[in-house]
């Protein structure tokens, strides 16, 4: 889903940082190609979001990560942050109680 959501918002954004803590993606192939290959999306492997920076009257002004294997961190100059975790709802704990889709969805 992030390499997805990655991809739409380069249609907006000049710049988009996929933060992936992981050193592959599980997304399709084709749209690990889509991503790869799009000038405006940067990969940042091994990394996790430690902080987001910025001031109350300008907003973020950029993104620490932190990098899951050597603890390094650096920041990314952004404006702005979309978070996406995947597409699977947390619905369980609804048991029965309300019908949802076969994909777990209300």
Known sequence: SA???????????SKVY???RRGELRASKIMQKRALENPKIEVVWHSAVDEVLGEEKKGVTAIRV???NT???????ATGMFLAIGHTPNTTFLNGQ?????????
């Open 66 to 68: 932190k990098n899951v």
């Open 18 to 20: 996929l933060v992936h």
């Open 98 to 106: 309300v019908e949802v889709n076969e994909k777990g969805y209300i």
């Open 3 to 13: 390499v997805e959501e990655a991809t739409y918002l380069s249609k907006y954004a």
């Open 71 to 77: 603890h390094e961190t650096r920041d990314l100059e």
